[in-house]
């Protein structure tokens, strides 16, 4: 009935009981390694979280944790076995995730899927951001788990496209330890793409499940196979329920992607001999911009746009979410301790980016840089611009993100593109 086991649970919780840093991360530093480990790991860290920033008693939401797994196992399946709950097999969510990518992605023990052998070094086994070469990264590798994803098409609090995923993959992210996957089959691609899905929609489920079961559902049971049948139900479908949002905003992602018409004046790349001077007034106009109060850009990127502005440091929300969130400082490492210890990885100041060393990790064509710019960098501070109608309200309009992206482009220089990876397609 129960895969995981009871044992094995009861001895997970009480090492998240323990607070015992080091056998924590040692745990799940050898689970990283042997590359199919048989189930995911628990999010200690937001539990943990979320009892410290509800003043709850250390160990309260131990039956949470216990009941959440048991469903997780039920629903989405094992490391070596995933499968997708009944629910993400309805109509409605045909195009999202399909279960026979799962199983490219992770493949056998034997013969390990390309997630497996490509993706769990960084970010580790159930998508938390932890493999074991996370550590020594700057930013470090994505935390699938919070549903949050930075270089999308869709606006700032939407869910990405697959198609997006599917940018980041082939393209990699310049500037950062994220390589590019070109030599991958579509087929890999794809199964790639559902299964990082897979791991958000399976992770964020997690989160809410110990977020309602510690607020709005307190002291009921999660999950309890041997209640009895009217209350198991009721169970099941506040669970589903839950489960639904989360996909639901998935789905809906797609309507949310605009097409932003260019503008009457050129944009880099486009100028002709005639209109040259339209370009360079544009970009001139963009430079006055991006120092100005309205639109403050050089407050983080600096006056002369190489990253250092004057902004006091600031952390991404992957940090927050177990720091600042629930009143602990980034610097207090005292504090921080027992949250390292179930896995929070050392705060690391997220830095303005240099525009003039060019790693732009969203891409580089105008229309990237546009949405960049008007959408801001989700999971970051980097803010969405304030964009209004006309010029006699205070903020941007339109054309002010066109000059934007013109002087963006006009200082920032090309620079190699991310590193490949040396393993390739495995077909
Ligand atoms: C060597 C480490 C490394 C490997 C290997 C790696 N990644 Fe990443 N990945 C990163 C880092 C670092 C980031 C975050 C970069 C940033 O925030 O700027 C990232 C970010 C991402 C993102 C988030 C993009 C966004 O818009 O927020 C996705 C999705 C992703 N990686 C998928 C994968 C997949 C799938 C694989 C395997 C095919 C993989 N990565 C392999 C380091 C790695
Ligand atoms: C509150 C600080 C802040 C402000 C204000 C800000 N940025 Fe950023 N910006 C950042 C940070 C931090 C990053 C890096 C985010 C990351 O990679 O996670 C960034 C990244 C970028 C990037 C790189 C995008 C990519 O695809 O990699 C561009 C371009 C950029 N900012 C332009 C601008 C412009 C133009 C403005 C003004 C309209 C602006 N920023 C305002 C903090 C800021």
């Avoid at 649970?9 to 040692?26: E, P, Q």
């Avoid at 629910?87 to 034997?110: C, Q, R």
């Avoid at 390589?179 to 990082?196: G, H, R, T």
């Avoid at 003039?356 to 959408?375: A, V």
């Amino acid at each position: 009935m129960n895969p995981i086991g009871k044992a094995s649970i009861r001895s997970h919780i009480a090492i998240l009981m323990l607070g015992a840093g080091t056998l924590l991360v040692s745990q799940s530093g050898c689970r990283d390694q042997t590359p199919v480990a048989s189930h995911y790991e628990p999010n200690y860290l937001f539990a943990k979280a979320t009892e410290i920033g509800l003043s709850k008693e250390e160990g309260e939401l131990e039956p949470t944790i216990q009941d959440s797994q048991n469903l997780l196992v039920e629903w989405f399946g094992t490391m070596e076995d995933p499968k997708l709950p009944s629910l993400l097999k309805e109509d409605d969510y045909s195009d999202l995730i399909s279960e026979a990518n799962l199983k490219i992605a992770v493949g056998t023990p034997k013969e390990p899927g390309i997630y497996i052998q490509q993706c769990v070094s960084c970010h580790g086994s159930s998508g938390q951001g932890r493999g074991t070469n996370a550590a020594s990264q700057d930013p470090y590798p994505r935390d699938f788990r919070m549903g949050i994803f930075k270089f999308k098409s869709s606006p700032r609090t939407a869910r990405p496209v697959k198609e997006d995923i599917e940018k980041v993959l082939r393209n990699g992210l310049s500037g950062s330890q994220m390589p590019l996957f070109n030599k991958l089959s579509d087929q890999e691609i794809q199964a790639l793409v559902d299964y990082v899905v897979f791991l958000s929609l399976r992770g964020e489920f997690e989160r809410r499940l110990i977020q309602l079961s510690a607020t709005e559902w307190e002291g009921e049971r999660l999950y309890d196979p041997s209640a009895e049948k009217s209350v198991l139900e009721g169970q099941l479908s506040n669970a589903s329920d839950a489960l639904t949002e989360i996909a639901d905003r998935w789905v809906r992602s797609a309507d949310a992607v605009e097409d932003f018409p260019r503008p009457s004046f050129p944009l880099v790349g486009t100028e002709t001999d005639e209109n040259k001077e339209e370009l360079i007034s544009s970009i001139e106009k963009g430079k006055v911009l991006f120092v100005s109060e309205i639109a403050s850009c050089s407050k983080c990127h600096g006056v002369n746009a190489d990253g250092k502005g004057n902004q006091l440091p600031d952390y991404d929300d992957w940090t927050k979410d177990w720091t600042s969130k629930i009143g602990i400082q980034p610097t207090d490492s005292q504090s921080l301790l027992p949250l390292m210890a179930r896995g929070g990885m050392k705060p690391l100041p997220l830095k303005p980016r240099s525009i003039i060393e060019g790693h732009f990790r969203g891409g580089r064509t105008p229309e990237d840089l546009y949405r960049r710019i008007r959408y801001g960098i989700a999971g970051s501070p980097m803010p969405a611009a304030a964009v209004v109608e006309s010029r006699d309200e205070p903020g941007l309009i339109d054309e002010d993100l066109w000059h934007l992206v013109n002087y963006v482009l006009s200082i920032a220089n090309v620079p190699p593109p991310p590193m490949e990876t040396k393993v390739v397609s495995t077909q």
